[in-house]
């Protein structure tokens, strides 16, 4: 009896408290109250995430032409130089200013930020639209990237609006929704783009978008950011904004979280012995692998357009923008279906470190595959061009995601927002010198298309194919080290 009456004093202690005036404390008591999935909230950071994802995906399928209309570049050779830098300065700008963002949104709140970053992208999205000279599209698309900060500030709120149980559900609606923008994004610019040459009878040549004939896309992406940004005045915000006595919630929080005593002995030993992430080898070169996918990938972007749209004799396919932006849209819309009903079934069979071997050595091969196509005819061009760009993205998510999975398992629950906004920083700065370097190596190999060694394009996808035969190398022993879980693989 004795023993009953002195565990319900400790018991009232345990409760949850809420401070009146939190917002933070608001949605934790709404989590209480409604256990259900907040279709709501996660509808929201869909649409955040898709609105962010469609300035950088729209731009690629006219890169070409505008380069080339804004005069910069003397030689159609030189094209690729110049589009290069305009690619590179968005991740540049994201790569500089990511963490600044994410330390913001930890002192003011995630809402602030989320808002300025769709404002931001509002603007400036519709100033590089109006770009007349190449010294603007350069600093307007770095501004994008540099004022948006809501990449990371939004995982964490995806996180923070929902239960535990339903935390998987809000990080893949981040994917997907970034997946979906990687169609809607290059089909608004390859359809919208030069729209006074493909729709004369509605906007005719001395109209504002014949004189400026990239900025219907942008503007019809701006006015998408535009109602995005009206609906986030009630964007709920998750930060609390009163002092907490961590012992307490860290106690309270063992009582809720940890009912199986397993996982109650490693919380209590993750706690006591805070791991520098820098020091812990299975994070960063899973990291490491991350960043050299990613600048491949990145790279890759910018070529395929490039490639596609420069002329049959110098190697390319003669696409139109709109033939460009269809192939990214099939593409985009194949990924969406392989990561939803394909991939989950292939890593549960083979593991993460075995699909990432494989995905790189296919992709290794498809590479070899690309020069070839500018020598058949048309449409049997563009059926070689969209399967060939399928299944390169299908490869290039594979190995993100399961470097995604490795990265999450090399570190403490309490480390893996640090942890993954550390890749973001570091997978930034690769994808800012990526389209640059690619568009250097471009114009470089326009120029020597008569050369015995991997003539004209086939020497960049040559190169193309040896990054990724470095980052198939790493994925083994002991460049990669890997959780326990997945030493089998």
């Known amino acids: 009896m004795a023993g009953g009456e002195a565990a319900a004093p400790l018991l009232e202690k345990k ?38 994802s469609l300035p950088i995906s729209s731009l690629f399928p006219f890169l070409y032409f505008m380069i080339r209309d804004l005069h910069v570049a003397k030689t159609v050779e030189d094209i690729g130089f110049y589009a290069g830098f305009v690619g590179a300065s ?26 300025f970053g769709i404002f931001s992208a509002f603007l400036f999205n519709l100033l590089f639209g109006l770009s007349v000279q190449y010294w603007m599209a350069i600093s307007t698309r770095f501004l994008i ?22 935390h998987p559900i809000a990080l893949s609606l981040v994917s997907t929704a970034w997946a979906i923008g990687l169609i809607v994004g290059p089909t608004i610019g390859g359809y919208l783009a030069q729209p006074a040459e493909k729709y004369p009878k ?73 791991k520098n992430l820098l020091k812990n080898w299975p994070l960063m070169s899973s990291i490491i692998l991350f960043c050299i996918v990613c600048f491949d990938d990145m790279a890759y972007t910018e070529i395929f357009s490039l490639w596609a749209e420069s002329d049959r004799k110098y190697g390319g396919l003669s696409f139109t923008s ?31 470190i075995n699909t990432s071997r494989v ?22 061009s563009s059926i070689a061009a969209n399967v060939v760009s399928v299944l390169k993205n299908i490869f290039v998510v594979s190995i993100v995601t399961c470097c995604f999975i490795l990265q999450n398992n090399a570190v403490t629950q309490d480390q893996r927002a640090t942890a993954n906004g550390l ?32 003539p004209g394009d086939q020497m960049v996808f040559f190169l193309l194919a040896m990054v990724e035969l470095v980052g198939f190398v790493w994925t083994f022993k002991p460049f990669l080290a890997v959780p326990e879980q997945f030493s089998s693989n």
């Open 15 to 52: 409760a949850a408290v809420y401070h009146e005036g939190c917002p933070g404390c608001v949605v934790e008591q709404r989590k209480v109250l409604n256990p259900g999935v907040p279709y709501k909230q996660f509808f929201h950071i869909w649409i955040i995430i898709l609105v962010s």
């Open 90 to 115: 968005y991740m540049l700008g994201r790569a500089l200013t990511s963490t600044a963002w994410g330390m913001v949104a930890d002192r003011i709140g995630r809402k602030p930020v989320i808002v």
């Open 145 to 166: 990237g540099s004022m948006n900060g809501l990449i990371g500030p939004i995982r964490a709120y995806a996180i923070e609006v929902c239960r535990p149980e339903h």
């Open 202 to 274: 509605l906007f005719p040549a001395e109209s504002l978008f014949g004189r400026f004939p990239y900025f219907l896309p942008c503007l019809c992406i701006s006015g998408f950011c535009f109602v995005v940004l009206i609906s986030s005045i009630w964007l709920p915000e998750t930060l609390h904004n009163h002092k907490t006595n961590k012992k307490e919630d860290d106690a309270s929080e063992s009582l809720v979280h940890f009912t199986d005593p397993e996982e109650l002995i490693e919380h209590n030993i993750a706690s006591t012995t805070k």
């Open 322 to 352: 709109e033939d460009v932006g269809q192939v990214l849209a099939i593409s985009g819309a194949s990924i969406i279906i392989y990561q939803t009903f394909i991939y989950p079934s292939i890593v549960r069979v083979l593991g993460p």
């Open 359 to 380: 995905a790189t050595s296919l992709s290794m091969v498809l590479l070899f595959t690309y020069a070839p196509i500018t020598h058949l005819s048309r449409p049997w």
């Open 423 to 454: 890749a973001t920083t570091l997978m930034s700065f690769f994808k800012a010198i990526a389209p640059a370097g690619a568009g250097i190596v471009f114009s470089w190999a326009q120029k020597r298309q008569q050369a015995f060694f991997f």
